[in-house]
C-alpha cells in the first residue's frame, strides 16, 4: 500500500531540520526501496502569510487523508502581534484537535555519547531508554465545569476539572500496552489515587485492562509526586509510563531534561484508528522554531529525525528502518560530532547540513 506522508516543515529551523529528514527520505528509497506518496504543505506563519491563516482547509483535509504527518515547528516574532486566531500556535492545535490526537509519546533516550549532558550524573543516566505516554485530550485541561467566575461579595472563583471516562481511559492504558509488548513489557500507570477520585477510576480500569487483554505486560502504580521523585532518582527503573494529561506534561518535561537537549527529543501523537483501522498519527520534534539560530543553518536535525524514526516504527511498521536510523544518530555522536546545542569539550561543532549528511553517512555504512 502506498504510504502517504504529509510533511509540514512550518517555520524557523523547522524548515531546516526537515531538509534533513528528506535526506533520509531519499536514502530509504534508493538503498531500501521504500517509497512514500508524498506531498508537502505549509502550516504555522508560513501559511498565514500565504493563505491567512495558519491552517488552510486543505492542507488540514490531506493531514486527515495522510497515513502520517511530520512536523516541523511553527511560531516566529514575525507573527506574534497577530491577533489569536491567527497566531502561527493554533495551527497546530488545531490540526492536533482535529486528528483526534489523544496520546502523547515522549521517549526519553540518553545517548550513551551524551550523558554528560544530563543534569544528573552520567551513572544515573547513561542508557536510559524509557517512554512517557501522556493523555492528551481529557483531564484537567479540558474537563467542564471551568472558568473563573465573580461571587455575590465580589471575590473570584478559579474552577478547573478532573474529568475521565472508562473508555477515554481504556483507550490511552491500550496504547501504553501495546507500547509496552514491543519493549520491556512494563506499564507504570501514574495516578493520584490517594487523593482524585477520579483517578481512583483510572487506576481501577487499568487494573482490569491488564486483566482482560495484557496479561503478559506487567502494570504497576505509582503516586505521581513520587514519580517526579524516582525519575529524578532512578530513572531506568521505568519502561512505559502513562498518566493524566497535566500529570504527564510536567513529568515529560522533567524526563526531557534527563537527556541535556532540547534538539533531541522526538514525539509522537496518536489517534484513535478510523473505519480502515488506520491511526492518524503527527510526529515532531518536542522544540519550536528557534527564532534566535534560525536561518544560520546552526540547529541539531536529530530531534526531527528521531521523529522521523518514530514514525517509521508506529505508522508504517518499518521497525528494521526505524532501528538503523536511530543507530545512525548514536554513531554520528559516538563519531564526535555536535551542533551547538549539544557542543562538548573536545568534540567538533556542525552545522545542521553536515550533521544530516553524517546521519545518511553512517546509514550507506550499514
Ligand atoms: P524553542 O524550542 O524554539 O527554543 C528554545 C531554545 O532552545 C532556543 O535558544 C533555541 O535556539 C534552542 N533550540 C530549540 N531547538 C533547537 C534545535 N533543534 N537545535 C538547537 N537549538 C535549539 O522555544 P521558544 O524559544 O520558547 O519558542 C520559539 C518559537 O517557537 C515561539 O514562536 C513559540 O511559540 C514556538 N514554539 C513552537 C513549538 C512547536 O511548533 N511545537 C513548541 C515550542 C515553541
Ligand atoms: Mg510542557
Redesign the pocket.
Known amino acids: 500500500a502506498a504510504k502517504k506522508l504529509l510533511i509540514l516543515p512550518?517555520?524557523?529551523?523547522?524548515v531546516e531540520?526537515m531538509a534533513q529528514v528528506r535526506r533520509i527520505i531519499d536514502w530509504l528509497g534508493k538503498r531500501r526501496k521504500i517509497e512514500f506518496d508524498l506531498s508537502e504543505g505549509l502550516i504555522?506563519?508560513a501559511s498565514y502569510d500565504v493563505h491567512g491563516t495558519p491552517l488552510s482547509d486543505g492542507t488540514l483535509a490531506e493531514a486527515l487523508a495522510a497515513d502520517a504527518v511530520l512536523?516541523?515547528?511553527?511560531?516566529?516574532?514575525k507573527?506574534?502581534n497577530l491577533p489569536f486566531q491567527f497566531?502561527?500556535?493554533r495551527g497546530?492545535l488545531k490540526i492536533r484537535k482535529e486528528m483526534g490526537l489523544f496520546a502523547n509519546l515522549r521517549p526519553a533516550t540518553v545517548f550513551d555519547a551524551l550523558a554528560e549532558a544530563s543534569t544528573l550524573k552520567a551513572e544515573v543516566v547513561s542508557g536510559l531508554d524509557i517512554m512517557i505516554l501522556r493523555e492528551l485530550t481529557g483531564g484537567l485541561y479540558f474537563g467542564e465545569p471551568r472558568g473563573i467566575e465573580t461571587l455575590p461579595d465580589g471575590s473570584r472563583k478559579g474552577v478547573n476539572t478532573l474529568v475521565y471516562t472508562t473508555e477515554e481511559v481504556r483507550r490511552i492504558g491500550r496504547i501504553a500496552f501495546e507500547l509496552a509488548r514491543k519493549r520491556n513489557k512494563r506499564v507504570c500507570s501514574v495516578d493520584k489515587a490517594n487523593v482524585l477520585e477520579c483517578t481512583v477510576l483510572w487506576r481501577e480500569e487499568m487494573i482490569k485492562l491488564q486483566q482482560e487483554e495484557f496479561q503478559d505486560v506487567e502494570l504497576s502504580h505509582m503516586y505521581v509526586d513520587n514519580a517526579a521523585m524516582q525519575l529524578v532518582r532512578n530513572p531506568k527503573q521505568f519502561d512505559v509510563m502513562v498518566t493524566e494529561n497535566m500529570f504527564g506534561d510536567i513529568l515529560s518535561d522533567c524526563a526531557a531534561m534527563l537527556t541535556g537537549?532540547?534538539?533531541?527529543l522526538p514525539s509522537a501523537s496518536l489517534g484513535a484508528p478510523d473505519a480502515t483501522g488506520r491511526r492518524r498519527a503527527l510526529y515532531?520534534?518536542?522544540?519550536?522554531?528557534?527564532?534566535?539560530?534560525?536561518g544560520k543553518d546552526?540547529?541539531?536535525?536529530?530531534?526531527?529525525i528521531l521523529s522521523f524514526a518514530m514514525c517509521l516504527r508506529y505508522s508504517f511498521d518499518l521497525a528494521e528502518e526505524a532501528d538503523m536510523i536511530e543507530a545512525a544518530v548514536k554513531a554520528v555522536l559516538k563519531g564526535g560530532l555536535r551542533?551547538?546545542?549539544?557542543m562538548q569539550v573536545g568534540k567538533a561543532k556542525v552545522s545542521?547540513t553536515v550533521m544530516g549528511e553524517a546521519v545518511v553517512r553512517e546509514l550507506d555504512k550499514m
Open positions: 512550518g517555520d524557523g529551523i523547522g531540520v504555522g506563519g512536523l516541523g515547528a511553527v511560531g516566529g516574532p507573527w506574534d497566531k502561527p500556535e497546530l537537549s532540547l534538539g533531541m515532531e520534534p518536542v522544540h519550536g522554531s528557534a527564532p534566535d539560530i534560525a546552526m540547529a541539531n536535525p536529530l530531534a526531527t551542533t551547538g546545542d549539544i545542521t
